[in-house]
């Protein structure tokens, strides 16, 4: 069975929103909060800043953590976000850059994104709890 998570993440890539809106998306519903500037402004990020880039999960997991922690940089959850992100994908993807895990193939990433989403998104509430912050 699928967790609300995976749930949500589904519902939002069907509204038409990319893997940065979404992470971002998901904490706004957790804090039962809106911006939509915000949420269009993630679109810059979207497919490795629309250029296979930086996978936009791991960007906009990282804004997740700056806009929930205005002190995430300096608490230095980022940097564990990023070490974390890069030790879980790179290996089975050869890298962490959006053209890199869906392998060129856009197919690959309605198979392969939401799972990275659910488990990034899991992995912020992991490291905001640590840091007293609840989402």
């Known amino acids: 069975m699928a967790s609300n998570t995976s ?3 589904a519902r939002l890539a069907m509204q ?4 940065s809106q979404i992470m971002v998306l998901l904490a706004l ?7 939509p500037q915000l949420v269009d402004a993630m679109r810059g990020l979207c497919k ?3 250029s296979g880039m930086t996978c936009g999960v791991l960007t906009g997991a990282a ?3 700056s806009m929930v922690n205005p002190n995430a940089a ?3 959850l ?3 976000l990023v070490e974390w992100f890069q030790m879980s994908f790179s290996e089975c993807y050869g890298g962490i850059n959006c053209a890199q895990i869906v392998d060129d193939n856009p197919k690959n990433s309605f198979e392969r994104c939401p799972r990275i989403m659910e488990l990034t998104f899991e992995k912020c509430r992991e490291l905001l709890s640590e840091s007293g912050q609840a989402l």
């Not at 038409?16 to 893997?19: E, V």
């Not at 519903?29 to 911006?35: G, L």
């Open 7 to 9: 749930k949500d993440i």
């Open 29 to 35: 519903e957790a804090m039962e909060d809106e911006n």
């Open 48 to 50: 490795g800043l629309h």
């Open 63 to 65: 804004c997740l953590l």
């Open 74 to 76: 300096k608490d230095h």
């Open 16 to 19: 038409g929103y990319c893997c």
């Open 78 to 80: 980022i940097a564990r």
